[in-house]
């Protein structure tokens, strides 16, 4: 029998172990080793470039595959991107570390918010859905927080043991990422039909931008 509030709370405490960490800071993690500010604005590129590129198909394979195993990629990227910070050595292999960051922000990216709707419209309570929302971005604002304060504590323990910390708390999300049901999986279909499906989603999604033009313009400079 389908849980909600199970559902609910583990997607809760998915939220609080993804937005705890000490290495929040990682410019200035970069800066302390010695990285010039050119080569950080580099890293920085890398990470909006692939996490424009890879938006769209990410959101598409969560549509086509399932929410839980878009979380738990996303948890898998994370995982990668810290290993690859750890042992990194140079702008390449720290470029290469924050591209599988970026990754993770793209398979997490509206993901769970997605899983939790379908959630509580199984169990007929989608109407709290906002409420849900608010206490997400709660708990966004106050674990971000504490995870700024404790950045000069990562610059204190010195870089690898601070992600070595992330190992453990990325352990600690799949465990949580595997106890949640998904909700209406897509029945198994051939390769072919897989396809098909991410076609019609591609093309939904791009026809919602050609119609909704407001979405596509830019936001109003403040006065």
């Not at 990562?154 to 453990?168: R, V």
Request: glycine share 4%; proline share 2%; hydrophobic share 45%.
């Amino acid at each position: 029998m389908f849980k909600i509030r199970k559902q609910l709370s583990r997607l809760y405490l998915s939220s609080v172990i993804s937005n705890l960490t000490i290495t929040g800071a990682w410019m200035a993690i970069l800066a302390s080793r010695g990285f010039s500010l050119v080569e950080i604005g580099i890293s920085e590129t890398v990470f909006h470039i692939t996490s424009i590129i890879f938006e769209l198909p990410s959101g598409v394979m969560a549509d086509v595959f399932g929410r839980k195993k878009m979380l738990i990629v996303s948890n898998i990227m994370y995982t990668i991107a810290t290993l690859i910070m750890i042992a990194s050595n140079s702008l390449f292999t720290v470029c290469l570390s924050v591209a599988f960051h970026a990754l993770t922000y793209n398979f997490s990216s509206g993901t769970g918010d997605a899983l939790a709707y379908d959630s509580m419209k199984k169990a007929r309570i989608h109407s709290k859905f906002e409420r849900y929302e608010s206490n997400q971005l709660i708990i966004y604002r106050v674990c971000t927080g504490i995870s700024t304060l404790c950045a000069g504590f990562a610059l204190t323990i010195g870089y690898k043991l601070a992600y070595a910390t992330d190992l453990i708390a990325c352990a600690a999300q799949f465990t949580v990422l595997s106890t949640l049901t998904e909700v209406n999986p897509k029945e198994k279909t051939d390769e072919q039909k897989i396809f098909a499906k991410i076609g019609e989603c591609f093309k939904e999604s791009f026809n919602f931008l050609k119609e909704a033009k407001k979405v596509c313009m830019p936001a109003p400079e403040p006065h």
